[in-house]
């Protein structure tokens, strides 16, 4: 080979590895995005009781999804975001 060819030879090695890398990165990303669950409902409000991100309750005839993990109360609280108001 070459000159010119062991230059390209590396160059791809290089770029290669670079590659597989950030893929590696993705994949991880990836599979932590598949397994995360998004909304879970957990009936009406207790509480008592500790919610996680992405758990709905039902308040007062509203429904609301906790935007971070909370024992704050729903309708008291920016931990909290209404979604749904039943008809009166």
């Known amino acids: 080979m070459d000159e010119n060819s062991h230059v390209t030879v590396a160059f791809l090695r290089e770029s290669l590895t670079a590659i597989t890398g950030e893929v590696k990165k993705l994949s991880l990303r990836v599979a932590a995005l598949e397994e995360r669950r998004l909304m879970a409902f957990r009936g009406a409000h207790d509480p008592g009781e500790s919610y996680a991100s ?35």
Do not use: F, M
């Open 54 to 88: 992405g758990d709905c309750v039902q308040r007062g005839g509203a429904l609301h999804v906790a935007l971070v993990d909370t024992s704050e109360t729903p309708g008291a609280s920016s931990h909290w975001r209404q979604i749904a108001q039943a008809k009166l």
